[in-house]
């Protein structure tokens, strides 16, 4: 099957990840620079396109993992 590079956007307080899961499971994760999950959503819908309010997350580097099927992207993001 086909896999599709998510997209990343990441401003102040709102993280947004597009992505075609199709007909596969897709999971996102976002980890803090401890290795600690922040959170995790497994995702069943063929288009994935999700908005993050990370506002009240702590300051630091924090890496977004979007997995689907066998495959993993990952984006390094920082809250100021």
């Known amino acids: ?9 990441t401003s102040t307080d709102v993280w947004v990840i597009q992505a075609m899961a199709l007909k596969q499971n897709a999971e996102i ?3 803090n620079e401890n ?10 819908k063929p288009v994935v ?3 993050y309010n990370v506002a009240k997350l ?3 580097k924090f890496e977004i993992i979007y997995s689907v ?7 390094t993001a920082f809250k100021k």
Do not use: Y
């Open 1 to 9: 099957e086909e896999i599709f590079k998510p997209i990343f956007k």
């Open 49 to 51: 396109e999700r908005k």
């Open 35 to 44: 290795g600690d999950v922040v959170f995790k959503e497994k995702i069943e």
């Open 58 to 60: 702590e300051k630091g």
């Open 69 to 75: 099927g066998n495959e993993i992207f990952t984006h």
């Open 29 to 31: 994760k976002i980890v």
